[in-house]
Structures are given as structure tokens and as C-alpha cells.
């Protein structure tokens, strides 16, 4: 039994430490029943399509993952048309995982002939601190995947500095992108400094963590900064940076992208209606609410167990 969803998580270690290890013991029980009660109720609550807290919601349900990539690619085709003509260019955000390969109706027609590549800007919602050329590296995942097959250019596709420390990778991103918005590359978000991406492609992992945002890391609950870094990933590799929940929650438009039956029980979380019990903690994904749009990409079985 993990603690994801204590509201008080560093009170409770710090009674744990003052008594005795018997005490320690009944003391984690007891919450350990209280989280599982948390959980129940909040599982049995319903998905929702309508308002965020700052812009509007839309639950995309497929019956397969084949039918989610056919949907993501008209999606992302009519975004980056519409980007285009109206700022000339459009700028994505990738995530790792599976998502890259969700792409791949992109590199068909009637996209691959069609799409303005030349005019896509690149950028990495979160990235393992390895070598660019490494397996674990989602830079090298999406260039096998998606980069190398569509005509962006090499200038406009920016990855990290892995030749730095976590930290200093972390701050040498920001200030690009920092650097980017002071010339006009990338615009401001409305009522805030922080970049407004165009499209930021988010998946979801079973444990409700959206980039490297974990529900036990403080990091998600950075305010000020636009990226930030891991030393202690519970998946491998450990070291890694991220974008965080402002600069996310910045975007004109999130497309959350999630398949398979593994997540089910974190969507129905994420997609309730009902408002968090007061003992339970929030998944990270419940923390993404974009000044845009967000779009839900699911198929039938991250829904299995839902009837609507």
C-alpha cells in the first residue's frame, strides 16, 4: 500500500518517528484503510465533459487504440493548420512513452503530403538525463518513431543539453525557452510570463503522474519555475527534467492521450465529477487545467468498468 493520496503525508512521518514501532504500525493501517475507502468512493464517481477550472474539457472515447491515432491525427492536422494561418508556425510539446508511436497516422496520407512541417516547433515535455543517443532518451524515442520521418527541420526540434547535471539542464531549458519568448518564437501565455505552446501531447501513467511529475515529488507543486528537475524517478532512469503544472496549464490546447486498461482506474479518478474526499490526495493529472482546451484521447479499455 503506496501513500499517493495523503493530504499530510510529512505530519503523519514525523508522529510516526515519535512512537513506538507497534504504534507506527496501527497508525499506518488505519490510513491505509482510510486511503482505500478514499479511493473507493472516489472510483465510483462519473467521467465529465464540460468546464475545467480555466478552460473547457472534451472526452474523446474510442473503441480502439487504432481508432485514438486516427482521431489524435486529424486533431493535430486541424491544429496545426489553424496555428499556422494564424501565427506562422506551431509549436508542439512530446512526451515519452507510448504516445510517439500514437502518432504515426501523421506519416500518412492524407498528413504526410499536406501538413507544413517546416513550420512545427519541437520541444520535450519531460526528458530522461541520458545521452540523446541513448534507448532510455525520449528524444531518441521520438526521433526513431516520428522525428526522422516527417521534413521538420533539425533547427527547429530542441532537446536538452545532456552534457549537464539534472539541475543545470533544468535551467539551461528554461532559459531557451525564456529566450525563445523574448524573440517572438514562442508567445506569452494571457495574464502570466510563462510560453503558451500550441499543443502540448501529455500521456497519462497508471499511477496518475503526467511528465515527470510524480505524486509523491514536490516538484509538483512548483509554482514559479517552467522547468524543474528529478533525481529520484520511480522509474528508471532516476535522473530527469520536466516541464511544471504552470507552464503546462499555459497551453492553448492539451491533448491527453491515454490507452490501455492499466489506467482506467486513474481516469476514472482524473474524470470524476464529484469533488476530492477530503482524505484523499490529488493524482498530478488532476492538476492539469490549461487556459485552453483539454482534450481526452481515450480508447475503450482505459474506460473498462465505466457505463455511460
Not at 500518412?108 to 512541417?117: R, T
Not at 519541437?122 to 540523446?132: A, G, K, N, Q
Not at 525564456?178 to 503558451?196: C, H, I
Request: proline fraction near 5%; charge should be positive; charged fraction near 25%.
Amino acid at each position: 500500500m503506496s501513500f499517493l493520496y495523503l493530504s499530510s503525508g510529512d505530519a503523519l512521518w514525523g508522529w510516526a518517528n515519535a512512537l513506538s514501532s507497534s504504534n507506527v504500525a496501527i497508525i499506518l493501517v488505519t490510513f491505509a484503510l482510510a486511503i482505500m475507502i478514499g479511493l473507493t468512493v472516489r472510483s465510483k464517481t462519473s467521467l465529465r465533459k464540460g468546464k475545467s477550472e480555466k478552460g473547457k474539457v472534451n472526452v474523446l472515447k474510442f473503441h480502439s487504440e487504432e481508432e485514438v491515432a486516427v482521431g489524435l491525427a486529424k486533431y493535430i492536422a486541424d491544429l496545426s493548420a489553424k496555428f499556422i494561418e494564424e501565427n506562422g508556425c506551431f509549436s508542439v510539446v512530446l512526451s515519452g512513452g507510448t504516445l510517439v508511436d500514437t502518432l504515426r497516422k501523421l506519416l500518412e496520407p492524407p498528413y504526410i503530403n499536406s501538413i507544413e512541417w517546416s513550420k512545427w516547433l519541437i520541444f520535450f515535455l519531460d526528458e530522461r538525463v541520458v545521452p540523446l543517443n541513448h534507448p532510455d532518451s525520449n528524444y531518441k524515442l521520438a526521433l526513431d518513431g516520428f522525428l526522422s520521418k516527417v521534413p521538420i527541420p533539425k533547427s527547429s526540434i530542441h532537446a536538452i543539453n545532456d552534457k549537464l547535471s539534472p539541475e543545470r539542464a533544468a535551467i539551461d531549458y528554461e532559459n531557451r525557452l525564456k529566450r525563445l519568448v523574448e524573440k517572438g518564437t514562442l508567445r506569452k501565455s494571457g495574464g502570466s510570463d510563462f510560453a503558451n505552446f500550441d499543443l502540448m501531447l501529455l500521456g497519462m501513467g497508471p499511477d496518475g503522474h503526467v511528465a515527470s511529475l510524480f505524486c509523491w515529488h514536490f516538484q509538483r507543486f512548483e509554482k514559479t519555475r517552467w522547468v524543474t528537475s528529478i533525481k529520484d524517478s520511480p522509474k528508471p532512469p532516476s535522473q530527469r527534467i520536466t516541464f511544471t503544472f504552470p507552464l503546462i496549464n499555459a497551453a492553448s490546447e492539451i491533448a491527453m492521450v491515454v490507452t490501455g486498461e492499466d489506467a482506467a482506474d486513474a481516469v476514472k479518478i482524473a474524470l470524476r465529477e464529484t469533488k476530492s474526499s477530503s482524505c484523499c490526495f490529488p493524482l498530478p493529472v488532476e492538476k492539469v487545467s490549461p487556459i485552453g482546451k483539454l482534450t481526452w484521447f481515450l480508447d475503450s479499455d482505459a474506460t473498462s468498468g465505466y457505463h455511460r
